[in-house]
């Protein structure tokens, strides 16, 4: 019998033998409409529950294409699972494709019986079981995995402020589950205000996650709203701003006395925003080596030239982030106005393993960490 389990993805993976049962009435509704293959798969693995069958017949290879080939692939990862011909179909596919076919939990939350057939296979009762459903926001399987003793946490609430599932929120709250500041941040990020006010109401705690959710994801009314209700924010908020882009917010944020620091100009770099980088210094943002090395990182040679004109300090963590992204013309671009480097850079292009990047560093002197003594007299 085959045993799955669940990796640090949340994804089901498999160990042992394969798992068989004959899928003749599969096969037969197949060959009257393939094309309706995928909306059955969850009434497919439901109906073999009831069944136990001790061998699988040989399909024809022709046959297996046929089928796995109307699959889609959301569903292929389920299909593997089927049997050993399928298996070593799904297997091949992900070859050609250089893909992995997996089955994230949150799909396997879609149905009781797609659920079902996914714990008889050996997925684990747990809390993050539980928050993939009521993300998924199916109300029966949350109810359902509540008979079945399923744990839960304030994880559940989180997932599901987050997805905007109100009723499984009230839900989940009528029955006892706990939330915290969580559940705040994650409906502000989702933008789903009527969710925020609703934990409020309901005396939800909040702090200034929420805040920043909020800026990151570029959500203004709900920002606004939650400001004017007292809810705190920090330098965080104007930095998440600014990583996402969003100069409005940010503009609005500063009016309102929001705090900023150096990590406002880091994130602006870091994501390529060189319109909102300009205000921020306008505005008098403090900016450090790190901000240069983050734009390095992200390769941009039009806002690294506008920084350095500016002033932005620069230092051997530019060379280093640059080459561990393998952003070798911003790489050149350092070495061309003096950014001083050190050991960090080639041991980054080493863990990288790009030899391009190593024959450049190699014939541009880069220091290079001292060979071991075994082999410093060869």
């Given amino acids: 019998m085959t045993r799955f389990g669940r990796n640090d993805n949340g994804l089901l993976s498999q160990s042992g033998e394969s798992w068989g049962f004959t899928p003749t009435a599969f096969v037969e509704t197949e060959m009257a409409s393939l094309k309706s293959c995928s909306s059955n798969l969850p009434e497919y693995f439901r109906a073999s529950q009831s069944e136990q069958h001790d061998t699988v017949p040989t399909l024809p290879a022709e046959i297996i294409r046929l089928i796995a080939a109307k699959v889609s692939p959301r569903w292929l990862g389920i299909l593997r699972h089927v049997n050993r011909d399928l298996e070593q179909y799904v297997s091949d596919r992900e070859e050609a494709e250089e893909v992995r076919f997996r089955v994230p939990v949150r799909r396997l939350c879609r149905s009781v019986p797609l659920l079902t057939w996914a714990l008889s296979a050996g997925l684990p009762l747990s809390t993050r079981l539980f928050a993939a459903a009521a993300k998924q926001g199916s109300m029966p399987v949350c109810q359902w995995l509540r008979q079945l003793r399923c744990p839960w946490s304030s994880r559940a609430c989180e997932r599901a402020a987050e997805a905007g599932n109100f009723a499984v929120l009230q839900w989940l709250r009528h ?204």
């Fill in 175 to 378: 029955n006892g589950c706990r939330w915290d500041v969580w559940t705040c941040a994650a409906a502000a990020r989702g933008g789903h205000l009527d969710v925020l006010q609703y934990a409020r109401q309901r005396a939800c705690p909040w702090d200034e996650g929420t805040s920043t959710a909020a800026a990151g994801a570029g959500h203004m009314a709900l920002l606004m709203w939650a400001k004017q209700h007292g809810c705190p924010w920090d330098e965080a908020t104007c930095a998440a701003a600014a990583r996402g882009g969003h100069l409005e917010i940010l503009m609005w944020a500063r009016a309102q006395g929001c705090p900023w620091d150096s990590w406002t100009c880091d994130r602006a770099a870091e994501g390529g925003r060189l319109g909102l980088l300009k205000w921020a210094r306008e505005q008098e943002c403090p900016w450090d080596t790190r901000t240069c090395a983050l734009a390095a990182r992200n390769g941009d040679l039009r806002l690294l030239q506008w920084m350095w004109e500016e002033g932005c300090p620069l230092d051997e963590e530019a060379p280093c982030m640059a080459t561990a992204a393998g952003q070798l013309d911003a790489l050149k671009w350092l070495r061309s106005v003096g950014c001083p480097w050190d050991i960090t850079t080639y041991i980054a292009a080493q863990r990288l393993g790009d030899a391009e990047l190593l024959l450049w560093l190699r014939e541009n002197d880069v220091p290079q960490p001292p060979l071991p003594a075994e082999f410093s007299h060869r």
